[in-house]
């Protein structure tokens, strides 16, 4: 087992790292940019190295100076936590080429699964269902025209570098296909520098429901069951729960057997996310993730496993101490993202933290990284905390959910635990039969 593992990140996710390895008994070294030296990472980790100025580039981007901080401390390892560096395949082969072990996949997987098209082709060979389409990139009007009237409109137009809603265009009637194909071509080319583009036909009211799987370098592959993550606003998602309130244990059964086969079949190491698109019964591949993600706890407090440690032992080269046949699925989590932005018009609130109480009692985890007096820095994402949440049931884990924000304290900044206060008491959410789009058209007709 490694004796010490750099953790490339920062906020919540930093100490979600640094708290399995003390559990472990692995020595941690933040990293952390100027603007983060009051942080509870850089005083909670064993050692702590500064890599550059607040913006990003200068810091958490900055490749040879988080080599140089896993050098001159002795990491054996590098976490790179969720964004950031977190899929970015060349990072992950210099990390190894400097004689580290980069906790996460190997490159070609972030590399495959980066690109979209690639990505959609290679799971599809290994079974899983995938939207109709065009077989892989198209470049032609034309002839993406033809694929378009014969999968029928309307259909979307996807950036093969895009991913998480970037570069897509949706293309309702033919007569607007050859117009709407040349600006998504256009737009991916500005955003990503590669304007490969592919057609699929459009869902129009799906959820977004995800499999957690996990890998190892010995051939072995497991599913821990699905997170719904259709309650989403601009791509962002507020809510994330686990079990999904529209799949039974045989659909999930299913769909978790075929994702942890395909990735067994490719060979692939360490934590991902499969994402679906879910309409009317069927599961359709959207996206996969090479990372751990924000939403991890969902699984973790439904299957009890730790999957940062798990993560760390699978980098090591151990076998995964997961089996499915040992796995249970308990009771219902769900986990709402709290952002430091106004609730109404969701612009950003840095500042400091004046009054800080968190929430506690029974099935209640509060995973930040704030503490009254606290200064959340403008230069980065304004989620301040995660509050995840146990019950029996989806009743009870709601209730509890209702109650712990209720007895949340955050003072000084403009939060958006009222959203989420006001979410909960949705019609629509309690059905747990809304699609990916409900939240934003509720947004937009309590603001009427
Ligand atoms: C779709 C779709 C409908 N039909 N593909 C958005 C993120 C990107 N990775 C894929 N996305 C979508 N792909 C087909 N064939 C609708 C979306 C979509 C979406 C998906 C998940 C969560 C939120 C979303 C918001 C808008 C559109």
């Known amino acids: 087992m490694f004796k010490k593992i750099l953790i490339a990140n920062r906020g919540e996710i930093a100490l979600r790292i640094i708290r399995a390895c003390r559990e472990m008994g692995i020595q941690s070294v933040a990293v952390h940019s100027t603007a983060d030296a009051n942080s509870m990472a850089v005083r909670l980790a064993d050692e702590s190295v500064c ?17 140089s901080a896993a ?15 977190s899929e970015n395949a060349q990072f992950a082969r210099m990390v190894a080429e400097h004689g580290f072990t980069f906790i996460g996949p190997r490159p070609e997987h972030i590399d495959s699964m980066g690109d979209k098209a690639v990505a959609k082709d290679t799971v599809k060979k290994l079974g899983l269902p995938v939207v109709p389409g065009s077989d892989g990139i198209i470049t032609d009007a034309k002839e993406g025209e033809k694929i378009a009237t014969e999968i029928g409109f309307p259909v979307i137009v996807k950036a093969s570098s895009g991913g998480g809603g970037k570069g897509m265009k949706v293309v309702r009637e033919a007569r607007d296909f050859a117009e709407a194909f040349a600006t998504a071509r256009a737009e991916a080319k500005a955003n990503f520098g590669d304007d ?35 309650t989403q606003r601009r791509h962002q998602k507020l809510i994330e729960e686990a079990p999904s ?18 990735v067994r079949a490719m060979g692939y190491s360490g934590a991902g996310t499969i994402e679906f698109l879910y309409q009317d019964g069927e599961f359709y591949f959207m996206e996969m993730n090479t990372r751990i993600q ?48 106004d609730p109404e018009t969701f612009i950003p609130s840095p500042g400091e933290i004046r009054q800080f109480h968190m929430p506690g009692g029974m099935g209640v985890r509060f995973d930040s990284a704030i503490y009254t007096g606290y200064k959340i820095p403008p230069h980065y994402d304004s989620m301040i905390g995660k509050l995840i949440v146990h019950g029996r049931n989806r009743d009870e884990c709601i209730r509890r959910m209702r109650r712990a924000i209720t007895e949340t304290v955050i003072e000084g900044v403009r939060t958006t635990l009222p959203l989420h206060a006001w979410i909960l008491d949705q019609p629509e959410f309690l059905s747990g039969e809304y699609s990916i789009h409900w939240l934003e058209k509720k947004l937009a007709a309590r603001s009427e």
């Open 294 to 341: 924000v939403e991890h706890p969902v699984t973790e407090m439904v299957t009890g496993i730790d999957l940062i440690a798990e993560q760390i032992r699978v980098a090591a080269g151990d076998p995964l101490s997961i089996k499915s046949e040992g796995l249970r699925f308990r009771g219902h989590a769900m986990e709402i993202r709290i952002n430091a932005e």
């Open 71 to 85: 050098a001159v401390t002795g990491a054996e390892a590098i976490h790179p936590g969720y964004g950031f560096l």
């Open 51 to 67: 890599i550059g100025a607040a913006s990003a580039r200068e810091s958490y981007l900055n490749i040879p100076s988080i080599l």
């Open 196 to 230: 490969s583009v592919y057609i699929e036909k459009y869902l129009e009211r799906p959820k977004h429901i995800e499999i957690q799987i996990f890998g190892d370098n010995h051939g072995n592959a497991v599913h821990l069951g699905e997170r719904d993550c259709s």
């Open 245 to 262: 309130p529209v799949i039974d244990d045989a659909a999930r059964a299913k769909i978790g057997d075929l994702a942890a086969e395909t």
